[in-house]
């Protein structure tokens, strides 16, 4: 029996994983990493550390620990974690590629279990006086011509880093003359736009992110895209959440017709001016997703027969007894820009 070990980059050197009943191990020649200094280099949970000897980098982990993560198939149980260098700590997401020792242990499994499946959002429905039924479409689009939907059937959505996501909001009303705005919109990496983890990509109906691009469109949509990117950690989802109100057209007093707020400003003084109380609709929070990062698919394939253990993995639901076997991906990339944590604020 072998384990495919998959190396990408300009030097593909030996690498090791040994995998037992409860553990893995990982050994990284130092050469792979010859430019970086040992300290910059974490397991997905950084609290846990990695030791050295003379030639190796080596990781030592339990199948629950470190921040492992457990994928399956219909036939094995995928045990992962990955090697990757320390980012700014005060860092949410990242736009760069660094270096990325991924590796896992496949444990073949009796039995079978079911995954979550998460459904693309259909469209939201509201009812409010002075307005009667509304709807918000949130949708995600190939290009910027916004002429082909992204198919439902294919969520998660596969983007590459700094690819740029093109999305699609659009109100549909049973009254006439409204108009959409989007006041804040921002991302996570779970679908809760009250996640203590976030970036703030609009506020205040300003846009925030640096490669936010918005698209002329009609009253009742609102179109933008932005360059794809992924939370530092171990997160691989992104879900992009969007608070939004409908307004009556051509009524100044309302949110709408102020557009972008810099919070930091006075507050502008309307006089003389009474807000109707259905001139607006309240603020609503629509989401889409998730956005998944693609795996690089320009990479080496190399075969190297590992070490293999009789492994006994007992559960609640799953009893395992096989063979295991230990993959890993190295991943050495360029560096680009990189996103500060902006201060917290009320979504």
């Known amino acids: 029996m072998r384990c ?3 190396v990408a980059g300009p030097r593909a050197g030996s690498a090791h994983v040994i995998c037992t009943e409860t553990t893995m191990m990982v050994e990284v020649e130092k050469f792979q990493v010859i430019s970086l200094h040992e300290d910059e280099l974490h397991l997905n949970d950084p609290a846990c550390t990695l030791t050295s000897n003379s030639t190796h980098v080596i990781g030592i982990m339990s199948l629950n620990s470190c921040g492992t993560q457990m994928e399956e198939d ?9 090697i990757s260098t320390i980012d700014d700590l005060n860092s949410v997401i990242t736009r760069k590629h660094a ?4 590796f896992s242990c496949v444990y073949p499994k009796k039995g079978t279990v079911s995954l979550e499946f998460r459904a693309h959002k259909i469209p939201y429905v509201f009812t409010e006086r002075g307005f009667g039924k509304f ?4 949708e995600f689009f190939h290009s910027n011509l916004f002429n082909r939907m992204v198919d439902p059937s294919t969520y998660p959505v596969e ?9 699609e909001i659009l109100s549909m009303s049973s009254i006439p003359n409204t108009v959409l705005f989007v006041e804040s919109c921002r991302a996570t990496p779970i679908d809760d736009p009250s ?3 976030f970036y703030t990509i609009i506020e205040n109906g300003c846009t925030v992110d640096d490669t936010v691009q918005v698209y002329s469109g009609h009253a009742s949509e609102f179109r933008f895209g932005m360059e794809a990117f992924k939370f530092i950690g171990m997160h691989e989802e992104v879900y992009i959440s969007c608070s ?6 051509g009524d100044p007093s309302t949110r709408c017709a102020q557009g972008c707020s810099n919070a930091t400003a006075a507050p502008a003084v309307h006089h003389h001016v009474r807000r109707s109380v259905a001139a607006e609709t309240s603020r609503h929070y629509i989401s889409q997703g998730p956005l998944r990062l693609k795996r690089n698919s320009t990479i080496a394939v190399t075969t190297l027969n590992l070490n293999m253990n009789l492994v006994f993995v007992t559960g609640v639901l ?6 295991v076997c230990g993959a890993v991906l190295f991943k050495v990339r360029g560096s680009n820009v990189k996103y500060q944590v902006l201060p917290s604020s009320d979504f």
């Not at 219909?74 to 990955?82: R, V, Y």
């Not at 939004?244 to 057209?249: D, F, G, S, W």
């Open 159 to 167: 983007v590459a880093l700094k690819e740029m996501i093109y999305m």
């Open 99 to 102: 270096v990325e020792i991924e």
């Open 135 to 138: 709807t918000y479409q949130f």
């Open 195 to 197: 996640y203590h983890i």
């Open 318 to 323: 799953l009893a395992v007894v096989a063979m």
């Open 244 to 249: 939004v109100i409908l307004c009556q057209a």
């Open 4 to 6: 495919v070990i998959v």
């Open 74 to 82: 219909d036939e094995n149980l995928i045990f992962k974690n990955e």
